[in-house]
């Protein structure tokens, strides 16, 4: 279950003014593992701006079709440090264990995707890692 980030800030919150007031409270239950798979993408100098708007279509739609994505967000840069390297989107798909994102890799959803993306694409960046609290 995603959280919103007003109920992240408020357990934040809640957390820091107890403290404040020297009220000792149980640790919270342990969160719920999640394997975040970050990809960014550079596009190719001249790639339209109606196949850059069906790739952004295109992976949004997996997180419909493909149950073993949790969490899916995305954005594009607009960081003004000037470090991006000519990555222009970011996306941030979150699973409950490796098996489901090792199944999501091969998912032919998934590979039709990448059918979309390959004309366009010039460069990708892929991370992932465990989340830790």
Known sequence: MKMKRRE???GAMGAAVAGAAGTV??????PAKRLRHVVLFKFKDGAAEA???AVENAFRGLAVKIDLIREFEWGTNNSPEGL???FTHCFFVTFATA???DAYLPH???KAFVDVLKPVLDKVLVVDYWAKP
Do not use: K
């Open 51 to 53: 196949d850059i708007r």
């Open 25 to 30: 409270r149980a640790a919270d239950p342990a």
């Open 108 to 110: 032919p959803d998934h």
């Open 84 to 86: 991006s390297q000519g």
């Open 99 to 101: 098996e489901a994102r």
């Open 8 to 10: 992240i800030l408020a």
